[in-house]
């Protein structure tokens, strides 16, 4: 939300933003600093939380947030300069609940999805196929659906594994009728990478307006343990041009022990150079070092080190590496398409595998570790060792694709580019509809 305020403050010298950020006790990563000073960062802490806050999800953590929302938004009007008036409220899909404020203060509302314009077509396909014939995508047999913002059928190992959770359905159904009430939505894709996804969402004005990424690398979340950052980076600077695998699976990505042993044993058996990320387990440890083979960090000295939070934009910026084994996050495949470094799949959660199924089947840029995990599954050491190999190799047409769109996604943003293009489009609309 920061790095789009900053993106659209950039674009149009009238606009002024403030960012509500709703701190929950699960809120991780640290926020930027916005670029501007007609960005204000307004953070809405869990003091003193209303009683509906104690229990229940994260969207009804929010929702019980309404009435603080509605004063912030409030105090930002009463702060603005004489003869400005508020546009509009940019929602993320946590804080759909909020359209109704929009309403309340009568300004439209717009989604900021920061995920693929391909997974916004899925979710809105499988809503659209629910509301008007009893479609229940959680009962679903056959073995791909056909979607249209999708090029081809999307397998049904693809689809988000919380699909199977009714109550999770419902939910998602219900933010996905608020997408379709939508002004607009701001999407953090570009087309030339999704332009059959972009192309066929017509419901509302969709905007494309990524890649908006944080490349001066977000600062560290606790937990995960290993080497310290600048050994890790004094490390990669000394070793061979794209040489180096670079693991590292999100925000949330921590595995049990037991995988943990598979991919050190993967690795080791390799004989890759690698530089591995790690997230400390829910409850199994602490610090991944507590956990790792007997004897694996000594023995891999020679080639490889193991961190906790890594500064990911940095370490795929840097030439010793040569591919990365990922989640599939939409913001690490945007960072690793920014960088033009290969990318291996292995989706976690979320809609990490139908990112995975376009990286490896529609796009044609990646390769798998894992591309079907099931959670829980334990992918081995063996599975491990093949995927970083094959990675590792050269693949020529699999390159000047990946050199296509990387190329595409970093033109995107400058004059004359698509991405531009489609911010000044979402600001002209937001002008015409009086609020500016
Ligand atoms: O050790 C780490 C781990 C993560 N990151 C950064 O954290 C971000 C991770 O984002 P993403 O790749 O999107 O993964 P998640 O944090 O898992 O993001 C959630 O939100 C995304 C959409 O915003 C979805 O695509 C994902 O499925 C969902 O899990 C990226 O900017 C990374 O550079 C680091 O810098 N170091």
Redesign the pocket.
């Known amino acids: 939300m920061v790095e789009l305020a900053n993106l659209l403050a950039d674009r149009h010298a009238a606009l002024s933003i403030s960012v509500l950020i709703i701190t929950t006790t699960s809120s991780t ?1 640290a926020v930027p600093h916005p670029a501007a000073p007609r960005i204000t960062l307004l953070h809405l802490t869990d003091e003193n939380p209303p009683p509906a806050a104690a229990a229940g999800s994260v969207f009804a953590k929010i929702e019980a947030r309404k009435p603080q929302i509605r004063e912030a938004v409030s105090a930002a009007i009463g702060r603005s300069p004489d003869g400005a008036r508020l546009a509009g409220l940019v929602l993320d899909m946590f804080c759909t609940s909020m359209a109704d404020v929009a309403g309340e203060f009568g300004v439209p509302y717009y989604i900021f999805f ?3 314009a391909s ?1 916004l077509g899925f979710i809105s396909h499988i809503q659209q196929l629910h509301d008007e014939s009893g479609f229940d995508v959680a009962e679903f047999e056959g073995n791909e659906l056909a979607v249209p913002s999708w090029a081809r059928p999307i397998p049904r190992w693809a689809f988000p594994p919380n699909i199977v959770n009714k109550e999770w359905l419902q939910l998602l159904y219900r933010i996905a009728r608020v997408f379709r009430r939508a002004r607009g939505i701001l999407v ?1 894709t570009v087309r030339e990478l999704e332009s059959c996804a972009v192309d066929s969402l017509s419901f509302t004005k969709v905007h494309p307006v990524g890649p908006i ?2 490349l001066k ?2 600062a ?2 606790a937990g ?1 343990g290993g080497v310290p950052e600048e050994e890790a980076i004094e490390w990669l600077d000394r070793q061979p041009e794209s040489s180096v695998v670079f693991l ?6 921590a595995f049990r022990e037991e995988q943990v042993l598979e991919i050190a044993n993967g690795l080791e058996a390799s004989g890759l150079r690698f530089l591995w ?1 790690t ?1 400390a387990g829910p409850t199994d440890y602490q610090d991944v070092r507590e956990v790792l083979p007997k004897g694996f960090v000594d023995r891999t000295a020679g080639v490889g080190r193991v961190m ?6 940095i370490i795929l910026a840097h030439k010793a590496v040569g591919g990365f084994v ?8 945007l ?1 690793s398409l920014w960088f033009g470094v290969p990318m291996a799949t292995w989706p976690m ?4 595998k139908l ?1 995975a199924f376009l990286l490896v089947h529609e796009l044609e840029i990646a390769t798998e570790i894992k591309i079907d995990y099931r959670n829980g599954e334990i992918v081995t050491a063996e599975e491990v060792e093949r995927g970083v190999r094959r990675l590792m190799e050269r693949d020529c047409s699999r390159e000047e694709r990946l050199k296509k769109f990387s190329d595409c996604i970093k033109k995107a943003l400058m004059d004359g580019g698509s991405s531009s293009a489609s911010i000044a489009e979402f600001i002209e609309g937001c002008k015409s509809s009086g609020g500016m």
């Open positions: 990563a920061t995920s693929a997974d953090n990424l944080n690398a977000g560290a979340a995960g590292c699976f999100g925000s949330m990505g990320g997230r906790g939070w890594a500064p990911q934009t990922s989640h599939c996050g939409w913001n690490s495949t960072e959660y979320a809609e990490q990112n």
